[in-house]
């Protein structure tokens, strides 16, 4: 079956760093463009970084370009996200997501077209 299992989510203050990982099972992981998206209390999901198939195209949502850094590495089906100079409206629910694609420098940014999603991992920073 399909699984995206994303760890490394916890308390961290205001202007520290946090590494996000999300590993991948029962896909054809290389077929697929990688995104990141968050969820705050009582807010929409949103997206925060999204990693074509080929990992040469990225891109990020505007709060978090230059602070975040999205990778993944096809050869141990992981995709990754590098938090830093967190603040606390980073506080959310990370979610990572698997979308088909044909293209291998498509990058995906929208909930919809997304096709398998992981559980969560909740990020919490405090002032």
């Known amino acids: 079956q399909v699984q995206l299992v994303e760890s490394g989510g916890g308390l961290v203050q205001a202007g520290g760093s946090l590494s996000l990982s999300c590993a991948a099972s029962g896909i054809f992981f290389s077929r697929y463009a990688m995104g990141w998206f968050r969820q705050a209390p009582g807010k929409e999901r949103e997206f925060v970084a999204g990693?074509?198939?080929?990992?040469?195209?990225?891109s990020y949502a505007g709060s978090v370009k230059g602070r975040f850094t999205g990778s993944r590495d096809n050869n141990k089906f992981t995709v990754y996200l590098q938090m830093n100079s967190l603040n606390p409206e980073d506080t959310a629910v990370y979610y990572c997501?698997?979308?088909?694609?044909?293209?291998?420098?498509?990058?995906?940014?929208?909930?919809?077209?997304?096709?398998?999603w992981g559980k969560g991992t909740l990020v919490t920073v405090s002032s």
């Open positions: 997501a698997a979308s088909r694609t044909e293209d291998p420098l498509v990058v995906v940014t929208t909930p919809h077209a997304m096709d398998y």
């Open positions: 990693i074509s198939r080929s990992a040469y195209k990225t």
